[in-house]
């Protein structure tokens, strides 16, 4: 599988982006999805995660209650829905597609995805 990127752009403070990953490929309903994101001069940092049938997700706690993900497997495609964005947002967002599932500890590892997209820029403005 390979996947695409869309939707990141500049957005004032309290206001909503919503991130888009295309995959291809027939297997796509079989891999589980996660996004990451890295700020300037900052590690990788885990987001959120969707297993593959969509039927459990995490997120990092500096998100919860804010961002959503979600996937829709017909169309190969999972999203992030980032609303009430904080400054403290802003960083480059990647997508991320890995076989399996497993424990929170498991999935916010970045080795836990072997496929990752290209990433897109999200600012926010204060």
């Known amino acids: 599988v390979q996947l695409v990127e869309s939707g990141g752009g500049w957005m004032q403070a309290g206001g909503s982006l919503r991130l888009s990953c295309a995959g291809s490929g027939r297997t796509f309903s079989s891999y589980s999805v996660g996004w990451f994101r890295q700020a300037p001069g900052k590690e990788r940092e885990f987001v959120a995660s969707m297993r593959y049938d969509g039927t459990r997700t995490y997120y990092a706690d500096s998100v919860k209650d804010r961002f959503t993900i979600s996937r829709d497997n017909a169309k190969s495609t999972f999203y992030l829905q980032m609303n009430s964005l904080k400054p403290e947002d802003t960083a480059v967002y990647y997508c991320?597609?890995?076989?399996?599932?497993?424990?929170?500890?498991?999935?916010?590892?970045?080795?836990?995805?072997?496929?990752w997209g290209q990433g897109t820029l999200v600012t926010v403005s204060s």
């Open positions: 991320a597609a890995g076989g399996g599932w497993g424990s929170l500890a498991a999935v916010r590892r970045s080795s836990f995805y072997g496929v």
